[in-house]
C-alpha cells in the first residue's frame, strides 16, 4: 500500500488501487448529474446503497457527514473500520427491509 492511496471520507481507511468507487452526493436521477462526487470504498459504496433509497439520499444524506449519522451506517462504519484497507465482503450485500 503506497503513502498516496486515497483516504476514504466515509471510514477513513485508505483505498488500494482498484479498490474505490465513485459516489454522486446526490443521485444522478434525482439532479445530481455533474454534481459533487466522493471516492469511497467499495464496500462502503455499496452498504450507502444497500441502506438508503436515491430519493433519502437526495433529500437527507447528501454530504459524507449526512451519511455518517445514519444509525445503520454509523453501525457498519464501526465495523469496518477494525478491518484492512483492501477489505471486501464475500458476500453480496442486499437492501436492508426499512
Known amino acids: 500500500m503506497a503513502n498516496s492511496d486515497p483516504i476514504c471520507p466515509l ?40 441502506t438508503l433509497t436515491e430519493a433519502e439520499l437526495a433529500r437527507d444524506y447528501n454530504t459524507v457527514d449526512s451519511l455518517r449519522t445514519h444509525p445503520r451506517l454509523e453501525k457498519f462504519l464501526d465495523w469496518v473500520r477494525k478491518r484492512p484497507p483492501g477489505f471486501r ?10
Open 89 to 98: 465482503s464475500k458476500v453480496p450485500g442486499k437492501r436492508r427491509g426499512r
Open 11 to 50: 471510514c477513513n481507511r485508505p483505498i488500494p488501487e482498484g479498490g474505490g468507487s465513485l459516489h454522486h452526493l446526490i443521485p444522478k436521477l434525482k439532479g445530481g448529474k455533474g454534481g459533487p462526487i466522493v471516492l469511497l470504498h467499495q464496500i462502503c459504496h455499496k452498504e450507502v446503497h444497500a
